[in-house]
């Protein structure tokens, strides 16, 4: 996340989705490492949404916008840790 806070200081307050992609691709590696995560993202943001609506959890806007404004490293914990509490909340009701 400081990275994301870096970025901005360095290139200005405002995000610029096209000059952080062409940083991300500057180079082989880190091709390489931005494509994995966007895959990785990929993966989970849609378990993430599939989990979360068979699970009928409220408020997953936070995690779907904290996925995209500080990092799925950020939201894939976060949801687990509501997924615990919305599973152990149904066991209790049933």
């Known amino acids: 996340m400081m990275a994301n806070f870096e970025f901005a200081k360095a290139y200005g307050n ?6 952080f992609i062409a940083l991300a691709n500057v ?3 880190a091709q390489s490492i931005s494509r994995d995560l966007l ?3 990929s993966a989970i943001f849609v378990w993430i949404v599939s989990e979360s609506r068979k699970l009928d959890m409220k408020n997953m806007w936070i995690v779907y916008v ?3 404004l500080i990092a799925f490293a950020f ?8 997924r615990e ?3 152990i909340e149904l066991e209790k009701n049933n």
């Open 14 to 19: 405002s995000f610029d989705i096209n000059n």
């Open 66 to 68: 904290g996925t995209f």
């Open 39 to 41: 895959v990785g993202a």
């Open 85 to 87: 509490r919305r599973i």
């Open 27 to 29: 180079n082989p590696a």
């Open 75 to 82: 939201s894939a914990p976060f949801f687990l840790f509501l």
